[in-house]
């Protein structure tokens, strides 16, 4: 018996702690509302702040891009004017050397009629 009473009591106190009413919600005070409005503004100054130095590292990537590709035209074009002065430089010596061979053909045969 002493049990079954103990049982019940404890039964009442646990369903009349679930049967109370929610608390009422807490109307916000205009000091947080300030609150929440200063925490808002900085997190929108915080995201231009964030976007405006994204763009300046945007631009400053594209400019380093652009400046690279100069850079390549000019070496590029560098290169080509090396290679065409080679080209020149082995013409002309080449131009020489037969100049030269046939100055010394005509000599030999020269020497030969002799």
Known sequence: ???LLATLVAGLFATSVFAQAPAAPVAPTAKTMKAAAKET???VKADAKEA???AKADAKAGAAKAEAK???KEA???ADAKV???KAD???SKAKA???ATKAKAKAHATKKD
Request: charged share 40%; proline share 0%; aromatic share 0%.
């Open 84 to 86: 065409s002065d080679a």
């Open 76 to 78: 590029t074009a560098k």
């Open 90 to 92: 082995a013409k002309a």
């Open 98 to 100: 037969h100049r030269k």
């Open 70 to 72: 100069v850079d390549a």
């Open 1 to 3: 018996m002493n049990k």
């Open 41 to 43: 503004k900085a997190v």
């Open 52 to 54: 405006k130095t994204d």
